[in-house]
């Protein structure tokens, strides 16, 4: 595999190309319109525009991608995550093509993809399953009887779902017919299948997801778990790997599990098995997510692996170079997602020019990003910015390293979920390890990280200053603005 063609943008996009490149792969990018300026683009050994800046006329263009890899004499395409990387279609075109396709089987992915036959597939290893209904439900009737049957609190979850949406939560029973209603319309929405099912709601759930790595020649192996139970809609801000819960033999019992789920599929490549861990420490299967995960940097932290180059191996159907008795785990890691949305107004995400961008360095912190100084936030996709990783020695030590990450952070143009983030870090239920998916209810209100009128008074005055002084620069008045802005954020927090 000489060549290979990276099926995304943003972040992930130049992540994947920088390992490829130690690996002595070249690389294609493809890029929107939006994106043609951006930092992936100009990376990569080639690049070439797919289309307009919607992703449905850019990044999802499989045949064209296809097309676009049969003239530029590419071996393999590498489709990251999101957009076409979990399409069980599209890997069997690239399949169909000639080219290898840097993920695992359409086969595998078709299993996998649906949670409904998700679960039966776990369910033949006795991989445990939270109590619900066994298939698809339509009838309103049907559904109230088994949620009689399993209690309330419960959950209607779409079955193609995935990042929150068709998910809702029944609390009583005259409000199942709506929220199935609503349900089955915001999958239909999203995923065009309305398929629904329904499972019980546990109490004080964490998500609590196992890495895994396979190989074609019957080896798999799981690089231990990762916490992901700060959330905002059902979606992840904050990872951290290990989990502070697990035990070695509750750790060891959920990474066996997750393997048996692996090889029920006859999984190959990088994968995760994602498990909700409840208040008495029972964990039952969720789904499993057939590629490469946001926050698998904090896998690769506490193991010393590179997951894409692993990835890469196992495209070239190499064995994999370690068993799991290889395996240990150095020290704590934890990412936060540095997204343009405000935490101040439900996370709304914002749009803008980022005209301080600066960010931190210095040991064990890590950015994955792909913007600079003076670039747009484009409206069209995900708003995440960057990856801000850091890795101690302990947890004690990640925490203090992630809180002084967040302040050398400096951006200014838009909303960030840094304030937010950094709460998060400062906060008791978090530095204690007790908490769940339920923390931003619990602990968070938007005026916690509201700058008090004197303080923004000031910096008006201070900018207003600024500008009138024929001396200062414009980039002066955005320095300072930036500085005040971060010194107000560090003493609203301390």
Request: proline share 4%.
């Amino acid at each position: 595999m000489q060549k290979i063609l990276i099926a995304n943008r943003g972040e992930i996009a130049l992540r994947i190309m920088r390992s490829a490149r130690e690996m002595g792969i070249k690389t294609v990018a493809i890029f929107s319109e939006a994106d043609r300026n951006a930092l992936f683009v100009r990376y990569a050994d080639e690049a070439v525009c797919v289309g307009p800046p919607p992703s449905s006329q850019s990044y999802l263009q499989g045949d064209k991608i296809i097309a676009i890899c049969k003239e530029l004499g590419v071996d393999g395409i590498h489709p990251g995550y999101g957009f076409l990387s979990e399409n069980a279609d599209f890997a069997r075109k690239v399949r169909a093509a000639g080219l290898i396709f840097i993920g695992p089987s359409p086969e595998s992915m078709d299993l996998m993809g649906d949670k409904l036959s998700a679960k039966a597939t776990a369910k033949k290893f006795n991989v445990p399953m939270i109590p619900g209904s066994e298939g698809a439900i339509s009838d309103v009737k049907e559904a109230i009887k088994i949620a009689r049957e399993i209690g309330f609190p419960l959950l209607i979850k779409a079955s193609a779902g995935g990042g929150g949406k068709g998910m809702r939560l029944v609390e009583h029973e005259k409000d199942v017919e709506e929220q199935m209603k609503m349900a089955v319309s915001e999958a239909i929405s999203a995923f065009g299948n309305g398929a629904v099912f329904i499972e019980r709601y546990a109490s004080g759930p964490r998500h609590i997801e196992i890495q895994l790595l396979a190989d074609n020649h019957g080896n798999c192996v799981y690089l231990f778990e990762r916490e992901c139970s700060i959330q905002r809609r059902h979606q992840k801000l904050i990872e951290e790997a290990p989990s502070s819960v697990l035990s070695p033999q509750l750790r060891e019992q959920m990474g066996k599990c997750a393997v048996d789920v692996a090889k029920a599929c006859n999984y190959s490549g990088a994968g995760t098995v994602e498990f909700l861990l409840d208040d008495q420490l029972n964990f039952y299967f969720l789904e499993m997510n057939t590629r490469l995960q946001v926050e698998h940097p904090v896998s690769e932290l506490i193991t010393g692996l590179d997951l894409v180059k692993e990835q890469l191996k196992v495209a070239r159907n190499e064995k994999l170079s370690f068993t799991q008795a290889d395996l240990h785990i150095n020290g704590h890691a934890i990412e936060v997602r540095v997204c343009a949305e405000d935490p101040t107004n439900n996370f709304l995400p914002d749009i803008g020019k980022l005209v301080v961008y600066k960010t931190p360095s210095g040991p064990g912190v890590r950015v994955d990003d792909s913007f600079e100084e003076g670039m747009d936030i484009p409206i069209y996709y995900d708003p995440m910015i960057s990856k801000l990783i850091v890795h101690g020695k302990d947890r004690t030590e990640a925490i203090a390293k992630m809180i002084r990450a967040i302040d050398d952070y400096k951006i200014v143009g838009v909303e960030t979920t840094l304030d937010f983030c950094k709460f998060v870090m400062k906060h008791n239920a978090f530095i204690s390890g007790k908490f769940d998916t339920g923390f931003i209810g619990k602990h968070f209100k938007p005026e916690m990280l509201s700058v008090p009128n004197q303080e923004l008074e000031e910096v008006a005055a201070l900018s207003s200053a600024l500008i009138f002084d024929k001396k200062a620069t414009k980039n002066e008045v955005f320095e300072v603005s930036a500085v005040k802005k971060s010194k107000w954020k560090e003493n609203r927090l301390n």
